[in-house]
């Protein structure tokens, strides 16, 4: 059974027992989500997510009307939550953290199997008196996890009240949990910073949530390859030409690849070398696509301030601001982050198209030109 009411809230009541679920509602929650959706860089993603779990706890306890002194104990799922346990950690000083490991099974990657815990832990779960149990698991997108590691733990101590936390939960995960948790015959709370309603259901990946990186401890820990493989990215690069939304991410890419290039040391120390301003980049992409029939089926008018604003938010490029006049002027580079994206995902598929060998052709030309001398040549 599955109830969405409205958007924020949610409950379902099996007996005097409760299933309650609800979007942690706090403007910082909401900024750090955007920033660990949008980033490839695992500083960013992983402060972005221990933000995250310092607001569940006090989101948390309002929610299920507790106070910090009722929590000695959190469980969390190894390694994913560290982050995310983090900042729980900061809120609930006096609690134990305990790593609870997963693996996926089943021919869908649909089941979850719990790694024993040592026997000194299981001692201790014997003998707790506490009958509140905290899961915390930064991604519930089928919610197997969820409801496995609350059986593992209700056979060694029976609780009456579970509290669930995540940084996104999908529609498909709330509904597993709300379906299988009259097993337990217990009140119970979740909470999460994004509620997903898309899912691969083959891959077990969330569609609507982390973007470029899907895999949350891949993004958190920089460890792309190891759960979603680089060339999964790529492909899903390569999907996307020939569409207007791959449009814009080879616009990007070629971006990217023309700020390296005005960094390369071919430029670097030449002082005739114009700044890499915005009104630059974008006059010099549309000289190629006028000029030197650079094929991108986007509206440079309509969408060059929001691709050059997606870039700055996801941290693959930066700028230095220079006295200009009465003003600054923004000067433009690739940051590291940028150019490990590049060589992962852009650069293989602009070579694909040629675009290099296209940009190649007039960049020392153009680079030493300024933004209004290239826009009067395209114009006549």
Same mark, same amino acid.
């Given at each position: 059974?599955?109830?969405?009411?409205?958007?924020?809230?949610?409950?379902? +009541?099996?007996?005097?027992? =409760?299933?309650?679920?609800?979007?942690?509602?706090?403007?910082?929650?909401?900024?750090?989500?955007?920033?660990?959706?949008?980033?490839?860089?695992? /500083?960013?993603?992983?402060?972005?997510?221990?933000?995250?779990?310092?607001?569940?706890?006090? /989101?948390?306890?309002?929610?299920?009307?507790?106070?910090?002194?009722?929590?000695?104990?959190? *469980?969390?799922?190894?390694?994913?939550?560290?982050?995310?346990?983090?900042? =729980?950690?900061?809120?609930?000083?006096?609690?134990?953290? +305990?790593?609870?490991?997963?693996?996926?099974?089943?021919?869908?990657? $649909?089941?979850?199997?719990?790694?024993?815990?040592?026997?000194?832990?299981?001692?201790?779960?014997?003998? &707790?008196?506490?009958?509140?149990?905290?899961?915390?698991?930064?991604?519930?997108?089928?919610?197997?996890?969820?409801?496995?590691?609350?059986?593992?733990?209700?056979?060694?101590?029976?609780?009456?009240?579970?509290?669930?936390?995540?940084?996104?939960?999908?529609?498909?995960?709330?509904?597993?949990?709300?379906?299988?948790?009259? &097993? @337990?015959?217990?009140?119970?709370?979740?909470? *999460?910073?994004?509620?997903?309603?898309?899912?691969?259901?083959?891959?077990?990946?969330?569609? &609507?949530?982390?973007?470029?990186?899907?895999?949350?401890?891949?993004?958190? @820990?920089?460890?792309?390859?190891?759960?979603?493989?680089?060339?999964?990215?790529?492909?899903?690069?390569?999907?996307?030409?020939?569409?207007?939304?791959?449009?814009?991410?080879?616009?990007?890419?070629?971006? +990217?690849? =023309?700020?390296?290039?005005?960094?390369?040391?071919?430029?670097?120390?030449?002082?005739?070398?114009?700044?890499?301003?915005?009104?630059?980049?974008?006059?010099?992409?549309?000289?190629?696509?006028?000029?030197? $029939?650079?094929?991108?089926?986007?509206?440079?008018?309509?969408?060059?301030?929001?691709?050059?604003?997606?870039?700055?938010?996801?941290?693959?490029?930066?700028?230095?601001?220079?006295?200009?006049?009465?003003?600054?002027?923004?000067?433009?580079?690739?940051?590291?982050?940028?150019?490990?994206?590049?060589?992962?995902?852009?650069?293989? +598929?602009?070579?694909?198209?040629?675009?290099?060998?296209?940009?190649?052709?007039?960049?020392?030309?153009?680079?030493?030109?300024?933004?209004?001398?290239?826009?009067?040549?395209?114009?006549?």
């Amino acid at each position: 059974m599955e109830k969405f009411i409205c958007q924020y809230a949610y409950d379902f +009541i099996e007996g005097e027992k =409760m299933f309650t679920h609800r979007k942690v509602l706090n403007q910082i929650v909401d900024e750090e989500w955007t920033r660990l959706k949008k980033t490839i860089s695992k /500083d960013a993603a992983y402060k972005a997510a221990e933000v995250i779990g310092e607001y569940t706890v006090t /989101d948390m306890l309002d929610f299920a009307s507790l106070n910090k002194f009722d929590i000695n104990r959190i *469980y969390v799922k190894y390694r994913d939550g560290l982050p995310m346990a983090s900042g =729980m950690k900061k809120m609930l000083p006096n609690a134990d953290v +305990i790593y609870i490991n997963t693996e996926r099974t089943g021919n869908n990657n $649909d089941k979850a199997e719990i790694s024993p815990l040592d026997a000194e832990t299981i001692g201790e779960l014997n003998y &707790d008196e506490n009958s509140i149990t905290w899961f915390a698991d930064p991604i519930n997108a089928r919610g197997t996890t969820t409801i496995e590691v609350l059986r593992y733990l209700h056979e060694f101590t029976p609780f009456e009240v579970a509290l669930l936390s995540h940084v996104v939960a999908n529609r498909i995960g709330i509904g597993t949990v709300q379906t299988l948790i009259t &097993d @337990f015959n217990i009140d119970s709370y979740m909470n *999460y910073a994004f509620l997903s309603k898309k899912i691969n259901p083959s891959t077990g990946f969330l569609e &609507d949530a982390l973007e470029v990186i899907p895999d949350f401890g891949d993004k958190v @820990f920089g460890t792309v390859g190891a759960d979603y493989p680089v060339c999964q990215m790529r492909d899903d690069l390569r999907c996307l030409v020939g569409t207007k939304v791959g449009g814009i991410e080879i616009l990007k890419g070629t971006i +990217i690849y =023309m700020l390296q290039r005005r960094k390369s040391d071919e430029y670097n120390a030449d002082r005739r070398v114009k700044w890499a301003t915005r009104p630059w980049i974008k006059e010099t992409v549309i000289w190629y696509i006028k000029l030197r $029939d650079l094929r991108i089926d986007v509206d440079i008018e309509q969408h060059f301030d929001f691709i050059m604003d997606d870039l700055e938010s996801r941290g693959f490029i930066k700028y230095d601001k220079y006295v200009f006049k009465d003003s600054y002027a923004r000067h433009y580079s690739v940051t590291e982050d940028g150019v490990n994206m590049s060589s992962a995902a852009y650069l293989p +598929i602009l070579s694909e198209l040629g675009i290099p060998k296209i940009i190649s052709k007039d960049f020392d030309y153009l680079v030493h030109i300024p933004a209004h001398e290239i826009h009067k040549q395209v114009l006549n």
